[in-house]
């Protein structure tokens, strides 16, 4: 197959081709796509090299899935127009998630809509969402979920590689002139993420409500969540309070979510899983799982994955693998 990555040169892009090394996706034929500064370049991967391109309809000609991971912008201009030459482009980006002609998809959650994509498009929900919605579904299978509140730790790597940079260059004593980040981020905690609406929420804030809701088929859920950057370079952490319809004990919760393909959960209390420690691996880790004290039907957890990995790439993968198998 004929695999194109729109972003082969970034955060994401980079862990794609590393996830795509180490998985059963056939590859014979890799178009890595950049911005035109990286045009000409070349990329080293399954043994060979390849050229970066710059996006254009010649290079996902015969193209059979192309992933995208070049921001919101492109998305908009190139998937319909790779998808127009054949291609099912299967989208990191935020452009497409809320298009009701486009799956949402985790596919150890809801993987039976893959099927349902007449713009030959499929999106990739936001990071934090994608980690959230593994235990949010498992719970919801067993107890019902009636009420959601987030709060996240977020990685610098969330903001793409301008993100990591200004955190190296800040914690090396220098400027970050380019950085993403709407404070200086060594040694900071910062509670915005994306623009803030009239009623205060940020946009992550709102991703993550709403892509939530389309991917459980929950469209009523209430949930809410407050997002925080953090001076990691890489593993975002949620931490969650979830109502259920009846309430759970911490054995069913875990025996529940650990049910649940691609989820680690951690036995012991002091077991508790870190960004730092999980950083590179595939699976949503789970720990911290506690009865609220007050209100039996609410658990709280502790919820880490690495966002560049199921929270972007390895989840894009998987549903390419899934496509590839018909
Ligand atoms: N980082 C995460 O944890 C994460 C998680 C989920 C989703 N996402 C989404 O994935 C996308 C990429 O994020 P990232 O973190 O990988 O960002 P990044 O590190 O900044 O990489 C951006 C990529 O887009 C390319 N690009 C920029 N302008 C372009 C243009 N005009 N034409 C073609 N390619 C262009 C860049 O190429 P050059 O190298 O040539 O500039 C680079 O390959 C974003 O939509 C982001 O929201 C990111």
Redesign the pocket.
């Known amino acids: 197959m004929r695999l194109a990555i ?8 980079r862990t794609m081709l590393d996830v795509l090394a180490e998985r059963r996706l056939h590859v014979d034929e890799l178009v890595p ?3 035109p ?2 045009a000409g370049t070349e990329i080293s991967w399954g043994g060979r090299s390849w050229t970066v391109q710059a ?1 254009s309809d010649d290079a996902f000609e015969g193209v059979g899935i192309a992933l995208f ?4 912008d ?1 998305s908009r201009e190139w998937a319909p127009r790779a998808a127009e030459r054949g291609a099912v482009v299967v989208d ?3 452009c497409w998630r809320m298009d009701p002609e486009v799956p949402l998809i985790v596919p150890e959650v809801n993987a039976e809509r893959l099927g349902e994509r007449p713009r030959g498009i499929i999106a990739n929900p ?2 934090s969402t994608i980690q959230m919605v593994l235990p949010l579904k498992a719970l919801h299978d067993v107890a019902g979920l009636t009420r959601v509140v987030a709060t996240t730790f977020q990685a610098v ?2 903001a ?3 993100g990591r940079a200004a955190l190296r260059s800040e914690r090396s004593g220098g400027a970050a002139a380019d950085s993403p980040f709407a404070r200086p981020i060594d040694g900071n905690a910062i509670p915005c993420i994306g623009d803030f609406d009239e009623a205060g929420w940020t946009g992550e804030e709102q991703k993550m409500r709403a892509e939530t809701r389309k991917i459980l088929g929950l469209p009523e859920l209430r949930i809410m969540a407050s997002c925080v950057r953090i001076p990691v370079e890489v593993g975002h952490a949620v931490q969650l309070a979830v109502e259920t319809e009846r309430p759970l004990t911490r054995e069913e919760a875990a025996e529940a979510m650990r049910a649940l393909p691609g989820v680690a959960v951690a036995d012991a209390a002091a077991d508790f899983p870190t960004p730092r420690e999980i950083a590179g691996r595939d699976e949503v880790f789970v720990g911290r799982l506690r009865i609220d004290p007050d209100l039996p039907n609410v658990l709280h957890l502790w919820v880490v994955a690495d ?2 990995r199921k ?2 790439a390895t989840n894009a993968v998987q549903i390419a693998e899934r496509l590839a198998d018909g």
């Open positions: 729109l972003g082969a040169t970034g955060a994401v892009g796509i950049a911005s500064r990286s996006p991971s070049a921001g919101a492109r990191n980006s935020s936001n990071c790597s969330g793409g590689e301008k966002n560049l929270g972007a």
